[in-house]
C-alpha cells in the first residue's frame, strides 16, 4: 500500500508563517509530479503549488512570492513553506502525489488525509 502523511498544520495569525510536509512511504517505484492543493467549506479542491521530479515548480497566483514548495526526493518528501499568511489562506491542505507501483506501468495519484491550515485576522 501507498500511504501519504501530511503535517505542520496548524493556527497563526495573518502575516505568520507555516511548514507544511508530506511524506509518502509504502510500495513505490517511481514518484513524479507533487502537489499541494486546498479546499474550504463549500468550494472546490483547488492547486496551491506543483513540483515535477526534477523541481520544477508551479504555483496559483494567490500564492505566488508567499509560498515555496520543495521536496527532497530521499526522503519521499514533499513541502510547502508559507509565509505572509493571509486569512484567505484558512484552508484544509492535502498533498498529492504521483505515483508508480512496483511491476506497473500506471501511475495513479494518491492523496494525503489533510491537515488545516487557519489564518486569524
Known amino acids: 500500500q501507498v500511504q501519504l502523511v501530511e503535517s505542520g498544520g496548524g493556527l497563526v495569525q495573518a502575516g505568520g508563517s507555516l511548514r507544511l510536509s508530506c511524506a509518502a512511504s509504502?510500495?513505490?517505484?517511481?514518484?513524479?509530479?507533487m502537489g499541494w492543493y486546498r479546499q474550504t467549506p463549500g468550494k472546490q479542491r483547488d492547486s496551491v503549488a506543483t513540483?515535477?521530479?526534477?523541481?520544477?515548480?508551479n504555483y496559483t497566483d494567490s500564492v505566488k512570492g508567499r509560498f515555496t514548495i520543495s521536496r527532497d526526493n530521499a526522503k519521499n518528501t514533499v513541502y510547502l513553506q508559507m509565509n505572509s499568511l493571509k486569512p484567505e489562506d484558512t484552508a484544509v491542505y492535502y498533498c498529492?502525489?504521483?505515483?508508480?507501483?512496483?511491476?506497473?506501468?500506471?501511475?495513479?495519484?494518491?492523496w494525503g488525509q489533510g491537515t488545516q491550515v487557519t489564518v486569524s485576522s
Open positions: 509504502g510500495s513505490i517505484n517511481t514518484i513524479n509530479d
Open positions: 513540483i515535477t521530479s526534477g523541481g520544477s515548480t
Open positions: 498529492k502525489a504521483l505515483i508508480r507501483r512496483p511491476y506497473s506501468t500506471l501511475f495513479r495519484n494518491y
